[in-house]
């Protein structure tokens, strides 16, 4: 058998519905990141509220439940923008390779939508476990010796409630930029092996 049968590639990878589904998946992730980055910043920003305490017959303001106030959901909801504006923008940059993906096809821009594409990545997730563990204190408060923080959910079912579609909005935004990830560095094997 000569080497050459042994080396190739399957024709899978260089058919013209590899290419199509590429080319869908591509811009399609993009935009659903840029979606799901939008609804967690909505939800973020939509979620404080304010917490009453019985007072005689009546019921007094004691405190406000923000986002602003806890430093890990401030930088989430800052990892969310900067991943909603990348997302949008390489949408626009995938789908013009598309239309023009007759003419040689640009390794340079195919690494360089992966390089960016890792690092939002990276980004996506450090902004999650950072709200995730405000979140689960929230939630279940913190009894150690020497600290005592009270679980807010209870009191604050509303901006729990908000909180976790944000974080779950987060999340899935990550699950989209590790498929994105994965396409973006098969697409780029292909174009140097091509």
């Not at 899935?172 to 994965?182: G, I, K, N, P, V």
């Amino acid at each position: 058998m000569p080497m050459e049968t042994m080396t190739r590639e399957p024709d899978l990878f260089r058919s013209q519905w590899w290419n199509s589904f590429f080319k869908i998946a591509q811009v399609g992730l993009r935009i659903l990141v840029t979606g799901f980055a939008t609804t967690s910043i909505a939800t973020m920003l939509t979620s404080n509220q304010e917490i009453y305490m019985p007072y005689d017959e009546t019921y007094i303001a004691v405190a406000k439940a923000h986002y602003s106030y806890s430093s890990g959901l401030w930088y989430k909801l800052l990892v969310d923008a900067v991943l909603g504006v990348f997302s949008l923008l390489s949408s626009i940059l995938a789908y013009k390779m598309t239309k023009f993906s007759h003419t040689e096809p640009k390794t340079t821009l195919h690494f360089f939508l992966l390089l960016v594409d890792v690092v939002m990545t990276v980004l996506t997730i450090s902004g999650c476990a950072a709200a995730s563990a405000v979140g689960m204190v929230g939630l279940r408060g913190v009894e150690k010796p020497g600290i005592s923080w009270t679980p807010i959910c209870p009191l604050a079912g509303k901006f729990c409630g908000m909180i976790t579609l944000s974080i779950a909005s987060s999340y899935a935004s990550f699950t989209c930029m590790m498929a994105l990830t994965f396409l973006s560095a098969c697409k780029l094997m292909l174009l140097a092996t091509h």
